[in-house]
Nanobody, 129 residues
């Protein structure tokens, strides 16, 4: 059973930075990926970034490109999300998710999505203006 635990959320002001941590266990195989979703109040959950653990290929949604960076420590099955230049619209509950069989869905627009099976409980990020 894959377990996922995220941490690092908090309250920051606009323009500041925050780093989220996702620790996984039980995740094996070359086809695995770990990533981040977020859900703002009244909005649907959106995939914002993920990383394929075999080759560190990364994916980002447009709204966070250039501001957020995902990285991994494969030896520890740990993923970090460095969030810089935070904006009030980044306020959300951030969820880490993982799957041993990463199957990204890409669209002609360039957007992408994936449907991981294993989820953490979320960590809240609040960005004040």
């Amino acid at each position: 059973e894959v377990q996922v635990v995220e941490s690092g959320g908090g309250l920051v002001q606009a323009g500041e930075s925050l780093r989220l941590l996702c620790e996984t266990s039980g995740l094996t195989g070359d086809g695995s990926a770990i990533g981040w979703f977020r859900q703002a109040p009244g909005k649907v959950r959106e995939a914002i970034s993920c990383i394929r653990t075999s080759d560190d290929t990364t994916y980002y949604t447009d709204s966070v490109k250039g501001r957020f960076t995902i990285s991994s420590d494969n030896a520890k099955n740990t993923v970090y999300l460095q969030m810089n230049s935070l904006k009030p619209e980044d306020t959300a509950v951030y969820y880490c998710a993982a799957d041993p069989d990463f199957v990204p869905i890409t669209y002609p627009s360039g957007s992408w999505y994936w449907a991981p099976r294993f989820w953490g409980r979320g960590t809240r990020v609040t960005v004040s203006s």
